[in-house]
Protein backbone atom coordinates (compact mmCIF):
# COMPACT_ATOMS: atom_id res chain seq x y z
CA UNK A 1 0.00 0.00 0.00
CA UNK A 2 2.40 2.40 0.80
CA UNK A 3 3.56 4.23 -2.65
CA UNK A 4 7.14 4.91 -2.68
CA UNK A 5 8.89 7.97 -2.56
CA UNK A 6 8.50 9.80 -5.73
CA UNK A 7 6.28 7.58 -7.87
CA UNK A 8 3.87 9.85 -7.69
CA UNK A 9 3.75 12.98 -9.97
CA UNK A 10 3.95 16.16 -8.63
CA UNK A 11 0.27 17.39 -9.01
CA UNK A 12 -0.97 14.04 -7.70
CA UNK A 13 1.40 14.28 -4.60
CA UNK A 14 0.41 18.06 -3.79
CA UNK A 15 -3.03 16.85 -4.42
CA UNK A 16 -3.17 13.97 -1.81
CA UNK A 17 -1.31 16.33 0.55
CA UNK A 18 -3.75 19.00 0.29
CA UNK A 19 -7.14 16.45 0.65
CA UNK A 20 -5.45 14.91 3.79
CA UNK A 21 -4.53 17.85 5.55
CA UNK A 22 -7.89 18.59 6.81
CA UNK A 23 -8.53 15.70 8.53
CA UNK A 24 -5.16 15.08 10.03
CA UNK A 25 -5.36 18.63 11.81
CA UNK A 26 -8.66 17.69 13.02
CA UNK A 27 -7.62 13.86 13.95
CA UNK A 28 -4.58 15.82 16.22
CA UNK A 29 -7.09 18.25 17.95
CA UNK A 30 -8.84 14.11 18.41
CA UNK A 31 -5.99 12.85 20.37
CA UNK A 32 -5.15 15.88 22.02
CA UNK A 33 -8.97 16.10 23.11
CA UNK A 34 -8.76 12.21 24.41
CA UNK A 35 -5.59 12.66 26.04
CA UNK A 36 -6.24 15.62 28.16
CA UNK A 37 -10.02 14.61 29.17
CA UNK A 38 -9.00 11.37 29.59
CA UNK A 39 -5.21 10.61 30.60
CA UNK A 40 -5.74 7.00 31.48
CA UNK A 41 -6.59 6.45 27.44
CA UNK A 42 -2.73 6.54 26.98
CA UNK A 43 -1.69 3.29 26.88
CA UNK A 44 -4.17 1.82 24.89
CA UNK A 45 -3.52 4.72 22.52
CA UNK A 46 0.02 3.81 22.28
CA UNK A 47 -1.03 0.22 21.94
CA UNK A 48 -3.18 0.93 18.84
CA UNK A 49 -0.23 3.36 17.47
CA UNK A 50 2.11 0.26 17.78
CA UNK A 51 -0.12 -2.09 16.51
CA UNK A 52 -0.86 -0.02 13.50
CA UNK A 53 2.95 0.30 13.08
CA UNK A 54 4.15 -3.23 13.20
CA UNK A 55 1.53 -4.36 11.60
CA UNK A 56 2.08 -2.05 8.59
CA UNK A 57 6.07 -2.04 8.31
CA UNK A 58 5.56 -6.11 7.21
CA UNK A 59 5.30 -4.66 3.50
CA UNK A 60 5.25 -7.93 0.69
CA UNK A 61 6.64 -6.76 -2.56
CA UNK A 62 2.98 -5.80 -4.60
CA UNK A 63 2.80 -3.66 -7.64
CA UNK A 64 5.39 -1.97 -8.91
CA UNK A 65 6.01 1.13 -6.73
CA UNK A 66 4.04 0.14 -3.99
CA UNK A 67 3.71 -3.09 -1.44
CA UNK A 68 1.12 -5.20 0.20
CA UNK A 69 1.12 -5.50 3.91
CA UNK A 70 -1.91 -5.57 6.52
CA UNK A 71 -2.87 -2.23 7.58
CA UNK A 72 -3.65 -2.49 11.88
CA UNK A 73 -5.88 0.88 11.40
CA UNK A 74 -9.20 -1.51 12.28
CA UNK A 75 -8.21 -1.16 15.87
CA UNK A 76 -7.76 2.48 16.70
CA UNK A 77 -11.15 3.18 14.70
CA UNK A 78 -12.72 0.66 16.93
CA UNK A 79 -11.30 1.53 19.92
CA UNK A 80 -10.71 5.95 19.79
CA UNK A 81 -13.08 6.56 16.16
CA UNK A 82 -11.49 7.13 12.59
CA UNK A 83 -10.25 11.00 13.41
CA UNK A 84 -7.79 10.02 16.45
CA UNK A 85 -6.75 6.94 13.82
CA UNK A 86 -5.68 9.67 11.47
CA UNK A 87 -3.44 11.06 13.92
CA UNK A 88 -2.15 8.06 14.64
CA UNK A 89 -2.09 6.43 10.78
CA UNK A 90 0.08 9.85 9.95
CA UNK A 91 2.64 9.49 12.83
CA UNK A 92 3.27 5.46 11.90
CA UNK A 93 3.62 6.78 8.01
CA UNK A 94 6.22 9.67 8.48
CA UNK A 95 7.86 7.51 11.06
CA UNK A 96 8.30 4.92 8.45
CA UNK A 97 9.08 6.69 5.53
CA UNK A 98 11.71 8.36 7.78
CA UNK A 99 12.98 5.40 9.51
CA UNK A 100 12.24 2.19 7.32
CA UNK A 101 12.32 4.07 3.83
CA UNK A 102 8.38 2.51 3.76
CA UNK A 103 6.45 5.08 1.17
CA UNK A 104 7.60 8.19 1.16
CA UNK A 105 7.59 11.87 2.08
CA UNK A 106 6.32 13.12 -1.10
CA UNK A 107 4.01 10.24 -1.12
CA UNK A 108 2.93 10.89 2.81
CA UNK A 109 -0.51 12.88 1.58
CA UNK A 110 -1.47 9.81 -0.55
CA UNK A 111 -0.80 7.13 1.96
CA UNK A 112 -2.24 8.71 5.08
CA UNK A 113 -5.25 9.25 3.14
CA UNK A 114 -5.60 5.78 2.02
CA UNK A 115 -4.12 3.69 5.08
CA UNK A 116 -5.42 6.93 7.91
CA UNK A 117 -8.26 8.52 6.75
CA UNK A 118 -9.89 6.06 4.13
CA UNK A 119 -9.38 2.89 6.10
CA UNK A 120 -10.22 3.81 9.55
CA UNK A 121 -13.53 5.12 8.61
CA UNK A 122 -14.53 1.80 6.64
CA UNK A 123 -13.53 -0.08 9.89
CA UNK A 124 -15.95 1.95 11.77
CA UNK A 125 -18.68 2.06 9.34
CA UNK A 126 -18.45 -1.63 9.20
CA UNK A 127 -17.91 -2.10 13.20
CA UNK A 128 -21.26 -0.56 13.82
CA UNK A 129 -23.00 -1.57 11.31
CA UNK A 130 -22.15 -5.43 12.31
CA UNK A 131 -22.97 -4.45 16.04
CA UNK A 132 -26.36 -3.24 14.96
CA UNK A 133 -26.90 -6.59 13.00
CA UNK A 134 -25.65 -8.98 15.37
CA UNK A 135 -27.13 -7.25 18.94
CA UNK A 136 -28.89 -10.25 19.50
CA UNK A 137 -26.10 -12.65 20.19
CA UNK A 138 -23.79 -12.97 22.41
CA UNK A 139 -21.35 -10.07 23.59
CA UNK A 140 -18.18 -11.58 22.61
CA UNK A 141 -19.27 -13.05 19.60
CA UNK A 142 -20.88 -9.89 18.49
CA UNK A 143 -17.92 -7.68 19.36
CA UNK A 144 -15.51 -10.34 17.06
CA UNK A 145 -18.01 -10.66 14.20
CA UNK A 146 -18.01 -6.76 14.25
CA UNK A 147 -13.56 -6.13 14.93
CA UNK A 148 -13.27 -9.22 12.29
CA UNK A 149 -14.96 -7.46 9.53
CA UNK A 150 -14.24 -4.15 10.69
CA UNK A 151 -10.38 -4.37 10.42
CA UNK A 152 -10.97 -7.25 7.19
CA UNK A 153 -12.49 -4.08 5.27
CA UNK A 154 -10.39 -1.57 6.16
CA UNK A 155 -7.64 -3.25 4.96
CA UNK A 156 -8.99 -4.28 1.75
CA UNK A 157 -10.37 -0.34 1.47
CA UNK A 158 -7.01 0.75 1.90
CA UNK A 159 -6.44 -1.06 -1.16
CA UNK A 160 -8.60 0.18 -3.30
CA UNK A 161 -8.13 3.84 -2.68
CA UNK A 162 -3.99 2.88 -3.28
CA UNK A 163 -5.36 1.12 -6.46
CA UNK A 164 -7.38 3.84 -7.76
CA UNK A 165 -4.49 6.55 -6.45
CA UNK A 166 -2.21 4.53 -9.11
CA UNK A 167 -4.87 4.38 -11.98
CA UNK A 168 -5.19 7.89 -11.58
CA UNK A 169 -1.41 8.32 -11.80
CA UNK A 170 -1.40 6.09 -14.62
CA UNK A 171 -4.27 5.21 -16.47
CA UNK A 172 -3.97 2.85 -18.82
CA UNK A 173 -3.01 3.65 -22.41
CA UNK A 174 -6.51 1.87 -23.98
CA UNK A 175 -9.11 1.49 -21.09
CA UNK A 176 -8.21 4.69 -19.51
CA UNK A 177 -8.18 4.93 -15.36
CA UNK A 178 -10.78 2.13 -15.09
CA UNK A 179 -8.86 -0.18 -16.97
CA UNK A 180 -6.26 0.80 -14.91
CA UNK A 181 -7.86 0.20 -11.91
CA UNK A 182 -9.02 -3.24 -12.43
CA UNK A 183 -5.05 -4.02 -12.89
CA UNK A 184 -4.03 -2.65 -10.01
CA UNK A 185 -6.52 -4.14 -8.15
CA UNK A 186 -6.50 -7.44 -9.13
CA UNK A 187 -2.53 -7.54 -8.69
CA UNK A 188 -2.88 -6.45 -5.19
CA UNK A 189 -5.82 -9.04 -4.41
CA UNK A 190 -3.88 -11.89 -4.55
CA UNK A 191 -2.06 -10.89 -1.43
CA UNK A 192 -3.96 -8.56 0.38
CA UNK A 193 -7.35 -10.60 0.52
CA UNK A 194 -5.96 -13.35 2.06
CA UNK A 195 -3.25 -10.95 4.84
CA UNK A 196 -6.80 -8.84 5.45
CA UNK A 197 -8.41 -12.29 6.70
CA UNK A 198 -5.49 -12.50 8.73
CA UNK A 199 -5.37 -9.04 9.88
CA UNK A 200 -8.81 -9.78 11.05
CA UNK A 201 -8.28 -12.57 13.12
CA UNK A 202 -5.26 -11.19 14.77
CA UNK A 203 -7.14 -8.05 15.68
CA UNK A 204 -9.87 -10.03 17.18
CA UNK A 205 -7.20 -11.94 19.15
CA UNK A 206 -5.79 -8.80 20.24
CA UNK A 207 -9.29 -7.20 21.28
CA UNK A 208 -9.77 -10.34 23.91
CA UNK A 209 -6.32 -9.75 25.15
CA UNK A 210 -7.34 -6.11 25.88
CA UNK A 211 -11.08 -7.25 27.85
CA UNK A 212 -8.83 -9.27 29.75
CA UNK A 213 -6.45 -6.22 30.51
CA UNK A 214 -8.72 -3.15 30.67
CA UNK A 215 -12.23 -4.39 30.54
CA UNK A 216 -13.32 -0.84 32.65
CA UNK A 217 -11.05 1.12 29.75
CA UNK A 218 -12.95 -0.69 26.85
CA UNK A 219 -16.65 -0.45 28.79
CA UNK A 220 -15.50 3.44 29.21
CA UNK A 221 -14.90 3.79 25.78
CA UNK A 222 -18.12 1.63 24.78
CA UNK A 223 -16.50 -1.28 23.11
CA UNK A 224 -18.28 -3.46 25.55
CA UNK A 225 -21.47 -3.12 26.48
CA UNK A 226 -22.01 -2.87 30.25
CA UNK A 227 -24.12 -6.18 30.24
CA UNK A 228 -20.66 -7.73 29.05
CA UNK A 229 -19.34 -7.03 32.38
CA UNK A 230 -18.49 -10.57 34.29
CA UNK A 231 -20.67 -11.93 37.42
CA UNK A 232 -19.25 -12.00 40.54
CA UNK A 233 -20.29 -15.72 41.96
CA UNK A 234 -22.63 -14.55 44.12
CA UNK A 235 -24.63 -12.85 41.77
CA UNK A 236 -24.76 -15.66 39.36
CA UNK A 237 -26.09 -17.04 42.81
CA UNK A 238 -28.97 -14.42 43.14
CA UNK A 239 -30.10 -14.94 39.00
Known amino acids: MHIAEGFLPPVHAVAW ?6 FVIHGVRSLTTTIRTNP ?22 SVSGSSSHPTGTGLGA ?3 RPPVMAALGTITLLFQALLLAHGGLTTLGANVFSLAIVGPWVAYGVYRLVRGLTRAL ?20 TYSVTSLQLALAFPDAQSGV ?28 IVRLLIKASRSELLRLGVLRTAAAPTTPVERKAV
Not at 17 to 22: C, G, K, L, N, Q
Not at 180 to 190: L, T
Request: charged share 10%; proline share 5%; aromatic share 10%.
Open 17 to 22: TAVSAP
Open 40 to 61: ESKLLLGAAGAFCFVLSALKIP
Open 78 to 80: VLF
Open 138 to 157: PEHTSLGLAVFFAASLASLG
Open 178 to 205: LGSFVKFGAIFSVTQIPLAIIEGLVTVI
